[in-house]
């Protein structure tokens, strides 16, 4: 079974030092099939697999175009993101620009031969300026309320780069997390599962090309996932299975950013892992400060067995869980 799912709109409350609010609700998706809806006062679904253990990449898509899926333009706000961008760079000098994936949007409409559903993305172009003038700005609430009175979507005026992330999974069932550096933007100091962003660059290395193909655009979905369990954990990509597709989460606190996750099985035990992060040589070592382990029922069953762990988890993190959950 495969959920898509959308927000909700609910009144936003302080959680006052309890959980945060969450809901789950009975929905239609797009294509009329009946779904659940889960989502926290910080996080939503754009789309939910609902399935243990993933989707393979051959049920997937891309639909990749620059010029169709870019980031539209909204006048009064665009002299902003330059100013909001030196700001920030002169707060956190290790900020550079780069080009990043825009999802403009996610969908499970298709089938193929067999009768399974088969999720599209559609991609264009961005970059981090863009992302922390837009997403991440003061003028984000504005520019997501001009989207839907102008468009017909909250996030046409937002970057919306393509996050990625995996729950990665030891070989005795213990489920990897990184405590992240204060410097980090998004999430210091709480516990996240690895993760990153799908690069442009990385494309137009194996491609020797800035025309990119669908195909091509498809495979840095998922091979940058293992890139960055590689970089951050220090866990060869031998040890690593291949990714499924868990579903793509939006959070509140940027601005609806998506994160496209995954499920991910390694072959060593959590030891094994541990002794390897701590052995160092991993390329981004200083973005966190040290592995956390959790057992796999645990962590499915944290926001009700210890909140305040839940709580310090990132929100795509929580998402995370929850879309492995759904398909228990």
Not at 33 to 52: H, I, P, Q, V, W
Not at 98 to 113: H, N, P
């Amino acid at each position: 079974m495969c959920t898509s799912v959308v927000m909700k709109p609910g009144r936003r409350r302080s959680s006052g030092g309890k959980l945060p609010v969450c809901r789950m609700t009975s929905s239609s998706t797009p294509n009329g099939t009946k779904g659940t809806t889960y989502y926290e006062d910080d996080f939503f679904m754009f789309l939910s697999c609902g399935a243990r253990d993933g989707l393979p990449k051959s049920r997937v898509r891309v639909d990749f175009s620059s010029e169709k899926y870019g980031r539209k333009v909204e006048p009064s706000t665009e002299p902003n993101i330059a100013r909001f961008w030196e700001d920030h760079k002169r707060n956190n000098p290790r900020l550079f620009n780069g080009s990043k994936f825009r999802m403009q949007s996610v969908d499970m409409l298709e089938r193929d031969g067999e009768g399974n559903n088969l999720v599209t993305f559609r991609i264009g172009l961005t970059d981090y300026r863009d992302f922390m003038g837009t997403n991440m700005s003061r003028d984000a609430a504005y520019l997501m309320q001009r989207g839907r009175q102008s468009c017909g979507d909250p996030h046409a005026y937002l970057s919306q780069p393509v996050g990625v992330g995996s729950m990665v999974i030891t070989s005795d069932d213990q489920v990897v997390m990184m405590r992240r550096s204060s410097w980090v933007s998004e999430g210091p100091g709480q516990l996240d599962r690895p993760g990153g962003h799908a690069e442009p660059k990385e494309v137009t290395k194996r491609c020797g090309s800035d025309e990119f193909t669908n195909d091509a655009v498809l495979d840095e979905l998922f091979e940058s996932v293992i890139s960055e369990i590689r970089d951050e954990i220090n866990i060869p990509e031998s040890f690593l299975s291949e990714p499924r597709l868990l579903g793509v989460n939006g959070n509140h606190k940027s601005g609806g950013r998506p994160s496209v996750e995954f499920i991910v099985r390694c072959s060593l035990t959590a030891e094994e892992v541990q002794a390897r992060y701590q052995a160092g040589g991993q390329a981004e070592a200083d973005e966190s400060t040290g592995l956390v382990m959790f057992k796999l029922q645990d962590m499915l069953r944290m926001d009700f067995l210890n909140p305040a762990v839940w709580r310090d988890l990132t929100p795509v993190a929580r998402a995370n869980v929850v879309m492995i959950r759904q398909g228990f």
